[in-house]
């Protein structure tokens, strides 16, 4: 494949080739280099490309809800009306599925909550390389629903927590545990609003004195390198701290915080300390669409103005989850870098 300009996640190389074998990257470098390798290009892209995109974090199956959920008073408003909503449209799901143009991804971790099985017959029907499926318990039970029974070709389940407040101290450690023996991101949502840690106390009882939701995370024992928090945006600079320390990963939705009127993650200060970061765009019940470069377009313009196209690009296609570079071996997932988003990085 010769391409016009193709950013590898660490280089760009004008009039670069690419040699796929089996899904695999075989080789890599300027076409004059990798052309000894071939006869023939079997494709030219006229474009920019680079590696596959990852949304670290959606919820799919809200995509019936679109437009349906009042945004404008508040959060707690907002929660018990998705929480409320007859919210399951096979429809709106396959043409979300659909919009997003998945064979660009080469993550997606999705979560279900309520229509799990649909969500998993739909994900394996979808293009693109790979799905997480994340089974979010609201209750104090882990669900059974992700037992994996189901043979998947393309992608994974996981047990997830909701959040500390959403989900029992013991579905946590439940969850937790799962993940870590199979080898899985362990997901859910922290510091998205700022009453997190009293709902907690109130509902499941003290975290031995924690004074945040991150401090009571780490008491529990489950901030390494593969828990993924998702929103951030309540984070005072001793979680920041922490979270770096403990390397754990946390996934920026700036523009469903936006929507949601609820503040923005410490940008500035999460970069400074060189915290793991990945982009998500969080549902349709929130945003308008699940277009990651709009995600990226919206942090650059609100909270990032010197954010760089390079370092954009690592956040959207997943670097700090280990992917996000286009190398021997890899695998050849690939996305077209929009114009109109280049031009704003200039
Ligand atoms: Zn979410």
Same mark, same amino acid.
């Given at each position: 494949?010769?391409?016009?300009?193709?950013?590898?996640?660490?280089?760009?190389?004008?009039?670069?080739?690419?040699?796929?074998?089996?899904?695999?990257?075989?080789? +890599?470098?300027?076409?004059?280099?990798?052309?000894?390798?071939?006869?023939?290009?079997?494709?030219?892209?006229?474009?920019?490309?680079?590696?596959?995109?990852?949304?670290? &974090?959606?919820?799919?199956?809200?995509?019936? #809800?679109?437009?349906? +959920?009042?945004?404008?008073?508040?959060?707690?408003?907002?929660?018990?009306?998705?929480?409320?909503?007859?919210?399951?449209?096979?429809?709106?799901?396959?043409?979300?599925?659909?919009?997003?143009?998945?064979?660009?991804?080469?993550?997606?971790?999705?979560? %279900?909550?309520?229509?799990?099985?649909?969500?998993?017959?739909?994900?394996?029907?979808?293009?693109?390389?790979?799905?997480?499926?994340?089974?979010?318990?609201?209750?104090?039970?882990?669900?059974?629903?992700?037992?994996?029974?189901?043979?998947?070709?393309?992608?994974?389940?996981?047990?997830?927590?909701?959040?500390?407040?959403?989900s029992a101290p013991s579905v946590l450690l439940g969850a937790k545990a799962w993940c870590q023996a199979q080898g899985r991101i362990f997901?859910? &949502?922290?510091?998205?609003?700022?009453?997190?840690?009293?709902?907690?106390?109130?509902?499941?009882?003290?975290?031995?004195? %924690?004074? @945040? +939701?991150?401090?009571?995370?780490?008491?529990?024992?489950?901030?390494?390198?593969?828990?993924?928090?998702? &929103?951030? +945006?309540?984070?005072?600079?001793?979680?920041?701290?922490?979270?770096?320390?403990?390397?754990?990963?946390?996934?920026?939705?700036?523009? @469903?915080?936006? %929507?949601?009127?609820?503040?923005?993650?410490?940008?500035?200060?999460?970069?400074?300390?060189?915290?793991?970061?990945?982009?998500?765009?969080? @549902?349709?019940? @929130?945003?308008?669409?699940?277009?990651?470069?709009?995600?990226?377009?919206?942090?650059q313009e609100t909270l990032a103005p010197g954010l760089c196209l390079e370092e954009g690009l690592a956040l959207v296609t997943g670097q700090? #989850?280990?992917?996000?570079?286009?190398?021997?071996? %890899?695998?050849?997932?690939?996305?077209?870098?929009?114009?109109?988003?280049?031009?704003?990085?200039?």
């Amino acid at each position: 494949m010769r391409i016009q300009r193709l950013w590898t996640g660490e280089i760009w190389i004008d009039d670069a080739a690419l040699l796929v074998k089996a899904g695999r990257i075989e080789a +890599v470098g300027a076409w004059r280099e990798v052309r000894k390798k071939l006869d023939a290009p079997l494709l030219e892209w006229d474009g920019w490309l680079l590696p596959g995109l990852v949304n670290a &974090h959606t919820h799919l199956e809200l995509a019936g #809800l679109a437009g349906r +959920v009042p945004l404008a008073a508040g959060f707690a408003a907002w929660g018990q009306a998705v929480a409320r909503a007859d919210f399951w449209d096979e429809k709106a799901v396959r043409a979300a599925m659909a919009a997003v143009g998945l064979a660009a991804y080469r993550l997606v971790v999705d979560v %279900a909550t309520r229509a799990v099985r649909p969500m998993a017959h739909l994900w394996e029907e979808s293009p693109g390389w790979e799905y997480g499926l994340l089974v979010e318990s609201l209750t104090d039970r882990i669900p059974r629903a992700w037992v994996p029974t189901l043979h998947l070709r393309r992608g994974w389940m996981a047990p997830a927590a909701h959040s500390l407040y959403g989900s029992a101290p013991s579905v946590l450690l439940g969850a937790k545990a799962w993940c870590q023996a199979q080898g899985r991101i362990f997901s859910l &949502h922290a510091a998205e609003r700022p009453e997190e840690l009293d709902l907690a106390q109130q509902r499941w009882g003290a975290f031995g004195g %924690a004074n @945040s +939701v991150v401090e009571a995370l780490d008491q529990l024992g489950v901030l390494d390198p593969h828990t993924l928090l998702v &929103h951030g +945006v309540h984070l005072t600079r001793s979680d920041v701290e922490r979270l770096a320390a403990r390397r754990t990963l946390v996934c920026l939705c700036p523009r @469903s915080n936006a %929507a949601l009127g609820i503040g923005q993650a410490p940008w500035g200060m999460l970069r400074r300390a060189g915290v793991r970061l990945v982009l998500g765009t969080d @549902s349709l019940a @929130s945003v308008p669409d699940l277009d990651l470069w709009q995600e990226l377009a919206f942090l650059q313009e609100t909270l990032a103005p010197g954010l760089c196209l390079e370092e954009g690009l690592a956040l959207v296609t997943g670097q700090a #989850l280990g992917l996000g570079r286009l190398c021997p071996n %890899a695998v050849a997932s690939l996305a077209p870098l929009p114009g109109w988003l280049v031009e704003r990085f200039r």
